[in-house]
């Protein structure tokens, strides 16, 4: 059957980095720093002091960005000085401006130190209108994202020069693209970001999927192998023969009914698909302020192998400013621990402050 090896890949990039129910939680001692001429480290957790809540001003914003009306909130610490700003960057599927995972805790970090923060319904989620086309997702929203820049650049009370992101999971994706779009990026702060392609990454999380229902390692192991060469690959004998290992797996028929197209039936994906962007390819030449944390128990995206890509691309970059950390036994959602939130106070208030 023509292009089923197509069809496949996109009904996985629905269902791969759906964020909200992978956290996890332990405790244990403190995080040290990683300079920007070391490998990652694996951290394990501490224990958070309290949070003093401060008192925002909030402002509603629109912006436009092509057929996308998108509304949010732009919260703001007391006072008349321009504020240096930080917008939240949603990971995948229905996000409000307040997120589909617990924002609070970040927001409250980012307001006591001084930064004003924006965030905005999702097309489709809240007051946003438009609908996101799937096969384009990352480009739809990283130019959305350049478009919310601009709208802090021509804000009255926001500092122009020094406007950072935060984001999450799908944002690491989304920011890595919007970078290529505007000067305006200060910094930016990637949590369980994807270091990698999207098909790389949904092999990934295959490998982990298939293990957990019963396969073996080495049969996980195949998943993360043969799953991408069979979407990538560029003649029919390359797809042919992951394919042949693939249809040999059961656990993967559990979801998915895989058949192999004959040959006159196959052709290689579009190479201009959101699905083959790596954003490797744009941090290795970024040179901005960068904080990457993944957790080490993810299983949407790989940890190891992005905090490695993360140092690998910033030290061909030269970036001189840069750190990389894993939280031993966390997952893919940990905004509400205090090893995270302690840890990204102590990198805007260091000697090595994003700006």
């Known amino acids: 059957m023509k292009r089923v090896i197509q069809r496949f890949i996109f009904i996985v990039l629905l269902l791969t980095i759906t964020l909200t129910s992978c956290g996890s939680s332990t405790t244990g001692a403190t995080p040290s720093p990683v300079a920007a001429t070391e490998p990652a480290t694996v951290l394990p957790e501490v224990r958070s002091t309290a949070i003093e809540i401060p008192r925002p ?8 960005s092509g057929n996308f009306e998108l509304v949010g909130d732009l919260r703001m610490p007391a006072g008349e000085e321009l504020f240096p700003a930080i917008i939240m960057v949603h ?43 799937e096969e384009n997702e990352l480009t739809q929203r990283a130019a959305i994202l350049a478009d919310g820049i601009e709208a ?11 406007i950072g992101l935060w984001g999450l999971s799908q944002a690491g994706w989304v920011m890595p693209l919007a970078l290529e779009l505007t000067e305006d990026i200060a ?15 949904m092999a990934y999380l295959m490998g982990k999927q298939v293990i957990a229902d019963g396969a073996s390692v080495e049969r996980g192991a195949l998943v993360e192998q043969y799953g991408p060469q069979a979407y990538k690959a560029t003649n029919y004998a390359e797809y042919r023969e992951a394919m042949e290992i693939l249809i040999e797996i059961p656990e993967l028929h559990a979801y998915y009914t895989l058949e192999i197209a004959e040959e006159d039936e196959w052709e290689p994906m579009p190479r201009d698909l959101d699905a083959f962007f790596d954003p ?6 970024t ?69």
């Open 91 to 133: 990971g995948d599927g229905p996000a409000t401006r307040n997120g589909a995972v617990p924002y609070s805790p970040t927001i409250e970090i980012f307001l006591r130190n001084g930064y004003a923060v924006f965030s905005w319904d999702k097309p489709g989620s809240g007051e946003s209108t438009g609908e996101i086309d």
């Open 280 to 285: 490797m390819d744009v941090i290795e030449h």
């Open 57 to 64: 001003i909030v402002e509603e914003i629109s912006f436009q």
């Open 187 to 201: 910094f930016m702060i990637v949590v369980s970001g994807g270091a990698e392609d999207s098909f790389e990454q």
């Open 287 to 355: 040179t901005i302020p960068i904080l990457a944390i993944f957790g080490e128990l993810d299983i949407y995206i790989d940890p190891i192998k992005g905090a490695e890509a993360y140092h690998a691309a910033l030290q061909k970059a030269r970036n001189q400013n840069y750190r990389i950390e894993v939280f031993l036994g966390r997952g893919h959602v940990f905004t509400s621990a205090p090893i995270y939130l302690e840890l990204l106070e102590e990198w805007l208030t260091s000697s090595q402050r994003p700006w």
């Open 152 to 162: 802090l650049v021509e804000h009255p009370v926001i500092d122009p020069l020094h």
